[in-house]
């Protein structure tokens, strides 16, 4: 069974940082691109920040500078790091487990952990 599971989300003050993590079980972690996704209400989903099983990294125009994933292939965790935060970045936060091969795309998601930004 594959799990999903992320943590750090909460209130912050704008410019406030957060670091968001994910923690996942049940897949061979290192195959997978794992990313951050973030839906605020009324908007569709929107990638955050992408890298891939060896550690190629890209991020949308609205994050770049601002936000850094990383990963822990031995631990098999993904992080989000997130500095200078803005109103507009608030959403819920997904996490997403991506392996596409020739016959399958095989993707997961973690239950989202809200990341509000708010004075």
């Known amino acids: 069974q594959v799990q999903l599971v992320e943590a750090g989300g909460g209130l912050v003050q704008p410019g406030g940082s957060l670091r968001l993590s994910c923690a996942a079980s049940?897949?061979?972690?290192?195959?997978?691109?794992m990313g951050w996704y973030r839906q605020a209400p009324g908007k569709q989903r929107e990638l955050v920040a992408v890298?891939?099983?060896?550690?190629?990294?890209d991020y949308p125009d609205s994050v770049k500078g601002r936000f850094t994933i990383s990963r822990d292939n031995a631990k098999n965790t993904v992080t989000l790091q997130m500095n200078s935060l803005k109103p507009e970045d608030t959403a819920v936060y997904y996490c997403?487990?991506?392996?596409?091969?020739?016959?399958?795309?095989?993707?997961?998601w973690g239950q989202g952990t809200q990341v509000t930004v708010s004075s």
């Open positions: 049940g897949i061979i972690f290192s195959r997978y691109a």
């Open positions: 890298i891939t099983g060896i550690g190629s990294t």
């Open positions: 997403n487990a991506r392996w596409v091969t020739s016959f399958y795309t095989h993707d997961y």
